[in-house]
């Protein structure tokens, strides 16, 4: 019996790895093929909380994931593309997006698996085309999730003789707040709502579980999925554990629903395989669908509630970085090439904001190593990088047209400073990235280095802020500040590279610590660098 104990729980396990592994790597070659697509499907379709159902539904569908979508979507709140409202809608859907995968596993292809799976591979590894190759791994993903599943079931046959589980079985069914319960716990183990419904669809299948106790185990499925978005979400922003919150108070309610609901449901599911001629494994996922369809339907005229309740429940002012432009009107280019240089100048110094700001979290980040200033910094660096592509576009319509030889030199000189605000983006980024290093290598800067740091820190942002101050009075006088300012951030530069050399030779610092100390400096020094480009661009003086 020890024996049949023993390869029972290896097969099931080996079956529940294989199979949370195939879906994870269907889901990453999904993503891969669709790229950043996915980004752009949610920023450009989520006008409204309805269409962010759609979206929702449509991208859980592309990546196999609701946690996925639910990341996806935090970031996008948090980026300021995505209202919390629309969020809501797209969370919504994606919970109906995931059940596509208790249908896929409802087919009961099983016996196929080994074929699809070689299949799969046969792609992969023969086919030098990168999209050909990433089919592959859909296919060998799709062949392993079934393999997994086979394995899940064999190990799951030998339940149905164990008193014990049938002694709980028996509970499931006269206590269905201890379904919900052992659905909720099990998924937070597994993380995976895919694989734990598949879980429940096999037992269903085998005759261990009757509908009756299965269905509250769903529900509390549904609440444990949301596990993922709430670690997600811990410390980081408010945006983010607001959609969280709702994605858990979104589940739970719906489960307390129909748990009252409960008989009504079963006899609505037994109905619906009667008409529809449904196998076990397919019953399930129509109860899957059916629930999270109708939590939907019922929840969605309460969006607007969610958003006020979880604005309640987690206060907090959200620092927003709005990557979209605020001032690009294209009416303006055809009417008054003028005006539209001037609405240009107002998203660049927007633009060269986000470049103060986030110089100041990635300093903020040196000396706390709170991974929060790392984490605005990216966000300020990829708002950077979105204005530069905007702007850009929006300063080449405006040279299309005919514009005076006073305007075209405005054109040439915001052009420039773009283009010179985006490569200071780099270099905090550069020196996020150092840092990371020097945190997950525990590289220790010795507090001399640290002091040095802390000066050309303070006056590189100086130096920038006085940049962008130029820009928008068109101040000769601060121009030639950020002039002089800069000459001394190259003193110090070359200053404090002489001190280095000298703490290594003293065996006062570390190769390690030598190395990303200089390289900080060095990207400061080429952050100067690009604040005088903007100053003699101002200053009339630039090459």
């Known amino acids: 019996m020890d024996t049949n104990w023993q390869i029972m729980i290896f097969t099931f396990l080996g079956g529940l790895g294989l199979f949370l592994f195939s879906i994870k790597f269907m889901g990453d070659a999904l993503q891969k093929a669709a790229g950043d697509r996915l980004r752009g499907i949610l920023d450009r379709f989520t006008t409204n909380p309805f269409m962010g159902v759609l979206v929702g539904i449509v991208v859980t569908v592309l990546i196999q994931s609701s946690s ?84 899940m079931s064999d190990g799951m046959k030998p339940l149905r003789e164990s008193e014990m589980f049938l002694e709980l079985t ?48 769903l529900f509390g499925d549904n609440i444990g999925t949301t596990i993922t978005a709430v670690l997600a979400a811990l410390g980081v922003s408010v945006a983010a554990r607001r959609a969280a919150a709702v994605h858990v108070l979104f589940n739970v309610l719906g489960s307390i629903i129909f748990l009252l609901l409960l008989k009504p449901f079963t006899a609505y599911v037994l109905w619906l395989s009667t008409i529809l001629g449904l196998e076990p494994k397919m019953q399930i996922a129509f109860a899957h669908g059916s629930f999270n369809v109708a939590n939907t339907i019922i929840q969605f005229p309460l969006i607007g509630i969610w958003a006020i309740l979880v604005t309640k429940l987690i206060p907090g002012e959200e620092v927003v970085v709005e990557f979209k432009p605020k001032h690009l009107d294209v009416h303006f280019i055809e009417q008054s090439p003028s005006i539209a240089l001037g609405q240009a100048k107002e998203e660049v110094l927007r633009m060269g904001d986000f470049s103060v700001q986030g110089l100041e979290k990635t300093y903020d980040y040196l000396k706390t190593k709170n991974k929060r200033s790392a984490e605005m910094g990216y966000q300020f660096e990829d708002a950077i990088n979105n204005l530069d592509q905007k702007i850009t576009d929006y300063l080449v319509k405006i040279s299309s047209g005919s514009i005076s030889a006073a305007d075209s030199t405005r054109h040439t000189m915001l052009m ?19 840092i990371d290093y ?62 280095h050399i000298l703490r290594v030779n003293e065996g006062r610092c570390s190769a390690q610590a030598g190395i990303v100390f200089v390289d900080i400096v060095s990207n400061l020094e080429r952050i100067g660098d690009h604040s005088v480009n903007i100053a003699e661009s101002i200053l009339g003086n630039r090459a």
């Open 68 to 151: 996925g979508t639910t990341v996806i979507v935090v970031s996008l709140v948090s980026a300021g593309f995505m209202t919390l409202r629309q969020a809501i809608g797209v969370i919504m859907g994606a919970n109906i997006g995931t059940t596509v995968t208790a249908f896929i596993i409802g087919l009961d292809v099983g016996a196929y698996a080994l074929p699809i799976l070689a299949f799969g591979a046969l792609l992969i590894f023969f086919f030098k085309k990168k999209q050909v190759q990433n089919f592959g791994e859909v296919v060998f993903g799709f062949g392993g999730l079934f393999y997994g599943l086979e394995l």
């Open 170 to 217: 028996i509970s499931l069914s006269e206590l269905p707040i201890l379904g919900v319960v052992v659905g909720t716990v099990f998924t937070l183990i597994v993380q995976s709502s895919s694989a734990t419904v598949a879980i429940l669809q096999g037992l269903y299948a085998e005759g261990i579980l009757d509908l009756q106790a299965s269905l509250p185990v």
């Open 416 to 434: 420039e400073t773009v283009r010179d605000i985006e490569r200071i983006g780099d270099h905090f980024e550069n020196i996020i990235e150092l």
């Open 438 to 499: 020097q945190e997950n290598n525990r590289v220790s800067i010795t507090d001399d280095a640290m002091k040095d740091l802390d000066e050309m820190f303070t006056l590189t942002i100086e130096t920038v802020r006085k940049a962008m101050s130029a820009l928008d009075t068109t101040s000769h006088e601060l121009a030639r500040e950020v002039v002089e300012q800069e000459d001394l951030i190259d003193k110090m530069e070359r200053t404090f590279r002489k001190k």
